[in-house]
């Protein structure tokens, strides 16, 4: 049922209790697994030139040491926790949109399934913050497996 799937991660809790529901699918269906971290170039773009900018969304960092090392680890928590149930993970790096570059990622990957967290905001929380899942769910027409936070917790 499930060949690809693909679990993007910021490296927070809330990604991680996504990694383990993908793993965990991923392993019932010896499925192969891709983590994606994305920059938000939007966000970034003040602080760094263009061509940083332009560098993060062809996914090389370059001297960004910082935003490099917390890509780096947000992916290889991925891998390793694969690695503890035998499945490799493919660790990816883009810059962009986070909900266009994931979408866009799983569509040209092929993913069966992306599996993302959410922290489950409502109301003007969710209004002022945004919510990258529920731009995903908007922007692809993949299947989405989202993790909530909250229901976690019970």
Known sequence: MYERILVPTDG??????????????????????????????????????????????????????????????????????????GIEVREQFRGGRPHKVIADFAEDADADLVVMG??????????????VTERVLRSTHRSVLVVDEREAES
């Open 12 to 85: 927070s809790k809330t990604a991680e209790l996504a990694v383990e529901e993908a793993l965990d699918i991923a392993e019932k269906f010896d499925a192969a697994v891709d983590t994606l971290y994305v920059v938000d170039t939007d966000a970034v773009e003040m602080s760094l030139g263009t061509e940083q900018v332009e560098r993060i969304r062809q996914g090389r960092f370059g001297e960004m040491d910082e935003l490099e090392a917390r890509a780096r680890e947000a992916t290889e928590f991925v891998a390793e926790r694969g690695r503890e149930r």
């Open 118 to 131: 959410s922290h489950g905001r409502s109301g003007i929380k969710r209004m002022l913050l945004g919510s």
